[in-house]
């Protein structure tokens, strides 16, 4: 993305910018709007995502799958210690909350069930 800084007044800037879309990001109604505005010379109001948001989701991820090892070690732990099948002590538990695997619980159940 190339972008130039123009001093407009004292409390704005004018900023304009070439920016690469990729074809399956952008409508084929929204090019030819673009094309439009360029051809006519108007600006574009453009908002940007941040991606700290995306980050943030990887920590989530990376929390709920702390839960589901803990738990499953956990499960190990105490089949192993009371000599319980651990298969059978599985399907107890994905009963009791009604999921199909430990995944599919919320991090509310997961924290219960350890």
Do not use: W
């Amino acid at each position: 993305m190339e972008a130039q800084l123009k001093f407009v007044k004292k409390t704005a800037f004018e900023v304009s910018m070439k920016v690469v879309v990729k074809l399956e990001d952008i409508t084929p109604d929204e090019i030819e709007a673009l094309f439009k505005l360029e051809l006519l010379g108007l600006p574009v109001d453009v908002s940007f995502t941040y991606h700290q948001q995306e980050e943030e989701k990887k920590e989530e991820k990376t929390d709920r799958k702390k839960l589901i090892t803990s738990l499953g070690s956990s499960m190990s732990y105490y089949c192993q210690k009371y000599n319980k099948n651990e298969i059978e002590e599985r399907n107890k538990l994905c009963d009791k909350y009604f999921v199909s695997s430990r995944k599919d619980m919320t991090d509310e159940q997961l924290i219960e069930a350890i």
